[in-house]
């Protein structure tokens, strides 16, 4: 798995380096993510930033704390298989059953109170919309539409259902996502070769960029990372890669590996162009597509595995390239070293390349990881694993109705994704996300109410204090995520040496 990482993650750092300056410098593209960054990191050194950032650690080390204690705690209660706090029926054992309860995970509590309370309703909505309508309906087909003895994981069961259906909600987002940006890239672009744009500068009276300006256009330029260096080192782990891979999976072929690495650097600049003017960062979407394409292209034997490492090929150089060009308008407003930048991205890549494994190998040791009944889902690896015999084997393996519905749900998250741009502003931004709302079809509801409750605390806490919230919001929402997050070490370590929960908490009717 190191050794796949490696193969895979460097050669989008390289792709782009000889058009970072007509990206960031010439284009003037935004980047959003990295210029937030960098107004926060510039924001810091200021008195007032600094006084902001101690209120913050403070915040992050107090509930932090408060996640890691909570955590173990709980954990004295899962002596057993559907025990402990994270299957409290909050709402009766009838709403328990279709998952709708509150789990006490205080992750996704915090990672609501980051994302954006359309993100965590369109979850909730996705919740009511399967788990509450859905399932329940299709369930009652059980022997009709589907084998009554088929089991439950199986994809010609309900999980068929689930899976597809969660698919057909991401995909409709992600094309429409997909042909916007595109249209967008393009007609920017084409205006851009044809001199119709006024660059986006900062110029003073006489029209000239300001002094602040033309110092980080030095300091951006003045740092060069050769372009020879970056072909020589893209080619050479492009041959790497053609040679590496294939001896890791046989069911991928050198020339699957060769026409990755050709069309990666299109597509990464493509993706990169379009995450600078929407911050949508597309590459999931071409690797899925990737994924159909090479699943179809290694036909049914081998097409599975060609599928997702093929896809996983294609999405991971088109993401880094993208992210490096984030990082890099960071630097450049920052006026940061851009060499700097990319030496530590290659570090931090090459560290990912042996953390990663490794702390996936600790989860799969210890946790239940990857079961659809478990409390570890994974849900997009299933959602992968499905797209990918879906390109092999077509639609002959689904159950009864699967695909006809899949395509309507596909329809319903094309349409509302153009609702949310043709309608009025302040119409289009209460409708639903899709691709927040496919999640819960796959993993259940009880996550989507955590969010929820993360979205309530932040909603009331700016009512009472809007300034302090905007402050504290972020730091007290990463010590939850933290807190939680680093109690699962000690937990899989436990785990791993057989020391079990001494108590197992459970909840029956009263009869």
């Known amino acids: 798995m190191t050794g796949f990482l490696l193969a895979i993650c460097f050669g989008g750092l390289l792709s782009l380096i000889p058009l970072r300056k007509v990206l960031v410098v010439d284009y003037k593209l935004t980047y959003p993510s990295g210029t937030a960054t960098a107004v926060l990191i510039n924001g810091f050194h200021t008195p007032k930033g600094d006084k902001n950032a101690k209120k913050q650690v403070h915040g992050f080390l107090k509930y932090f704390g408060i996640s890691f204690m909570w ?13 402990g706090f994270v299957q409290f029926p909050t709402f009766g054992l009838k709403a328990w059953k279709q998952t709708f309860f509150f789990d006490f995970s205080l ?63 991401i995909i409709g987002d992600g094309l429409y996502q997909f042909l916007k940006v595109t249209y967008v890239t393009s007609k920017s672009l084409h205006q851009r070769l044809n001199n119709k744009v006024v660059t986006n500068k900062v110029t003073d009276r006489d029209g000239m960029a300001s002094p602040e300006e033309i110092q980080r256009d030095e300091i951006f330029k003045s740092d060069n990372i050769p372009s020879w260096m970056a072909y020589t080192g893209y080619a050479v782990l492009s041959i790497i890669s053609s040679i590496s891979i294939p001896l890791m999976f046989r069911q991928i072929k050198w020339y699957y590996v060769i026409v990755a690495y050709l069309l990666a650097p299109v597509l990464g600049f493509s993706n990169s162009y379009g995450a600078g003017l929407t911050d949508i960062n597309m590459a999931y979407n071409y690797g899925k597509i990737a994924l159909f394409i090479f699943a179809a292209w290694a036909g049914k034997k081998n097409g599975v595995i060609a599928g997702l490492v093929g896809g996983t090929l294609v999405k991971q150089l088109v993401l880094m390239s993208a992210e490096l060009m984030h990082d890099l308008k960071t630097s450049y407003l920052t006026s940061t070293s851009p060499r700097s930048m990319l030496v530590a991205q290659a570090i931090g890549t090459g560290m990912g390349c042996i953390v990663s494994p490794l702390t996936f190998m600790l989860f799969y040791k210890a946790f239940d990881v990857g079961n659809p009944d478990s409390y570890w889902k994974a849900p997009y690896a299933l959602i992968y694993r499905s797209m990918a015999i879906l ?37 289009g931004k209460y409708v639903p996300l899709p691709m927040a709302m496919a999640v819960p079809f796959l993993v259940g509801g009880s996550f989507a109410i955590d969010m929820c409750i993360g979205s309530f605390v932040v909603f009331v806490w700016e009512k009472m204090n809007k300034k302090e919230a905007a402050i504290q919001v972020p730091a007290v929402a990463s010590g939850l995520i933290c807190g939680d997050g680093i109690w699962v070490f000690p937990s899989s370590l436990l785990a791993l040496a057989k020391i079990n929960p001494p108590i197992c908490m459970k909840f029956t009717p009263a009869s």
């Open 71 to 83: 955590s173990f705690f709980q954990w004295f209660y899962t002596g057993g298989p559907v025990c």
């Open 391 to 427: 390109g092999v084997e077509g639609f002959l393996a689904l159950p009864k109705h699967c695909l006809s519905i899949s395509a309507g749900i596909f329809a319903f998250a094309m349409l509302l994704s153009i609702a949310r741009d043709i309608l009025p502003r302040r119409y």
């Open 107 to 169: 992750t996704y509590v915090g990672a609501g109170m980051i994302c954006s309370h359309l993100v965590n309703l369109s979850t909730l909505l996705g919740a009511v919309l399967s788990w509450g309508i859905m399932w329940p309906l299709i369930s009652k087909q059980k022997g009709v539409w589907y084998p009554a003895d088929v089991p439950a994981s199986s994809m010609k069961s309900l999980y068929g259902y689930k899976a597809f259906f969660c698919v057909g909600l």
